[in-house]
């Protein structure tokens, strides 16, 4: 684990990791929440916002789902193109070396 900084019963870490104690009772294994306090409106409209956050939050993932799929698509072209160029290159160099081969020795042969 990292340094350890006490502040008012809180203690950070450097691995990013915040609890909670209180002094009287000792160190507390349960975790506390903090509620937004725009959440807690009482009033009837309280779910509205909600379904707004989700509606948004949908909206920003499918958003950043298609870009991931764009991303996956276009690395795949990528990996299929620099395949058939690296396929046609070493299918055209070593046809150019088997009839130069061959060549060379049908020419040796009439030489003899």
Do not use: C, W
Not at 46 to 52: I, N, V, Y
């Amino acid at each position: 684990m990292g340094k350890s900084k006490a502040v008012s019963g809180l203690t950070h870490t450097d691995d990013d990791i915040l609890s909670v104690s209180s002094s009287s009772s000792g160190p507390r294994n349960d975790t506390t929440r903090v509620a937004d306090e725009s959440s807690q409106t009482g009033d009837e409209g309280s779910a509205t916002p909600e379904r707004d956050e989700v509606k948004e939050i949908e909206k920003i993932t499918s958003k950043d789902t298609k870009s991931v799929n764009i991303s996956r698509l276009l690395a795949t072209a990528a990996l299929l193109v620099t395949a058939f160029i690296v396929t046609f290159a070493t299918y055209s160099l070593l046809k150019q070396e088997e009839t130069n081969n061959f060549e060379t020795a049908v020419s040796e042969r009439r030489a003899l």
